[in-house]
């Protein structure tokens, strides 16, 4: 005999199958976004072009992300992909060309190493971050979650 525990289970696995990555997601764009705030502003580091375009693509992410979770908005991977998925082949054109060394990219080059941390270029370390929010973000549309039924 059902006694509805098991409805109740399944609902409260289908709800953390979705938010838990979503709040990971967020978790990683919000150092993202802070880590490259704190290089610029309180580091005097200048973001090349590059640099500048893998902004545009994360600080974003952190609205987005924090706007499906309080919205409960199940489908949020469906505006986070795109974006992060663009970022992660910027992060990886740009950590590629600092290894050759072969561009630069308007007034300031982008395959200059500015810093490292643990061994990380600022664009490896993007790229990190940008294939963490993708792949959490691809893990919840895998699962198939979809958004609240009205």
């Known amino acids: 005999m059902d006694t509805g525990w098991g409805r109740l289970t399944a609902a409260v696995d289908a709800e953390a199958a ?14 993202a976004t802070a ?9 005097g580091l200048y973001p090349c072009r ?17 706007y499906g979770l309080l919205g409960d908005h199940g ?20 950590s590629y060309i600092q290894v050759a060394g072969a561009s630069t990219c308007g007034t300031f080059a982008c395959a200059t190493v500015q810093r490292r941390v643990l061994g990380l270029t600022i664009p490896n370390q993007s790229l ?4 963490l929010v993708t792949g959490l973000m691809a893990a919840v549309a895998l699962r198939g979650r979809r958004g609240p039924r009205p």
Do not use: E, K
């Open 18 to 31: 979705w938010r838990r990555p979503t709040v990971a997601a967020l978790l990683v764009a919000a150092v």
């Open 128 to 131: 990190v971050a940008f294939l």
């Open 75 to 94: 489908d949020v991977h469906r505006a986070v992909l795109p974006m992060s998925t663009l970022g992660v082949a910027i992060a990886a054109y740009h």
């Open 35 to 43: 880590g490259s705030l704190s290089y610029s502003l309180l580091l």
């Open 50 to 66: 590059l640099c500048w375009y893998q902004r545009i693509l994360m600080y974003p992410l952190v609205v987005v992300l924090a």
